[in-house]
């Protein structure tokens, strides 16, 4: 599946006493998301439940996944990355708007009274995967086979073999200060070139730059990486122009030392001048458990050792890119 042309991203809190109801309703979404995807297949709807921290303690009787807990708030020397609220995230993505639509509206009639959205988001896709800052978006993020390895937890946590995190940041843009910059400056907080996307060689590309910032590598020389499907938003009339990231990985520690890097700098100081531009008002982070677990929680774990290292629902597509927990199997 190429980049989604169309998402929401929709954080939802649950009230305290309608957990049992949520997780059972939780057990719907597959078969809520096959019901609106089946009506357009060549939409590609898919949807991506996390689950917070809280929210698993409070519903689920399995131990808390391991990398699994309240997004750390980050307070460098200028720049927050601040943590908000969020029991719930649904990602719904697709190539048209009114799939993603049409589901979030299914989904949030099961949930009405039991959940409180905190944010909403719905992102478009721009020129050439541009971001409202014109730069491309998602290019060194990984596909295929690499996408798999850098996503799903493997053997290392044997209970939740096919999972995954994801982290979720809303950003705001000052497109008029970032306008105002010359395009060869833009590039240099970036780390790559406008026009063409070609990464800028190193001994131009600043250390505070957004690449240099997010570019971890292993002392044995391998690349840490997650994979990303951000996408822009914005509304002309409030001047509001954004854009949603959102990073998937095997072990959520890989993105917050992307964030680290960010917000506070190696050496701390030396913070990404991407966030000089753009300011982030969420962050949350999440698990999000296989497929099938959603539908039935207590089986998924108790034939954890009989699931195979890359569940059906979470194998790369023909492409190489990834549904997770997105569907329930075709085979069944
Ligand atoms: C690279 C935009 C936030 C992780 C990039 C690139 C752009 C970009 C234009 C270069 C092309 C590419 O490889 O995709 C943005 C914008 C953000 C944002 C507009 C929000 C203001 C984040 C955050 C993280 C992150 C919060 C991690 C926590 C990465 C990574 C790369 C990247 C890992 C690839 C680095 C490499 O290996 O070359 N981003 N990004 N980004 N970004 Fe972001």
Redesign the pocket.
Known sequence: MPPAKAAIFLVVTVRPGAEDDVRELLGDVPSLTQAVRFRIPEGNLTCVVGIGAELWDRAYDQPRPAGLHPFVELEGSKHV?VATPGDILFHLRADRMDLCFELSRQLMQRLSGRVDVADEVHGFRYFDQ????G???????PTGAAAVDAVLIGGEDPAHVGGSYV?V?K?L?DLGAWDALPVEEQERV???EKLS?I?LPDDVKPSNS???????VDPDGT?R??V?D?L?FGAVGSDEF??Y?I?YAADPDV??Q??R??FIGDPPGNY?R??D??T?VTGSLFFVPPADFLEDPDATVAVVSEVPSTPVDARPDADGSLAIGSLRRSDR
């Open positions: 990355a541009r971001d409202l800052m730069f491309v978006d998602g290019t060194e993020s982290i940041q950003y843009h970036i780390g790559r996307d990464e957004h690449v240099t910032a997010n570019t971890i690349e990486e997650i990303r951000n822009p954004g854009t990231f990073g993105t917050e992307m964030l890097n960010m990404d991407i966030l531009f753009s982030a």
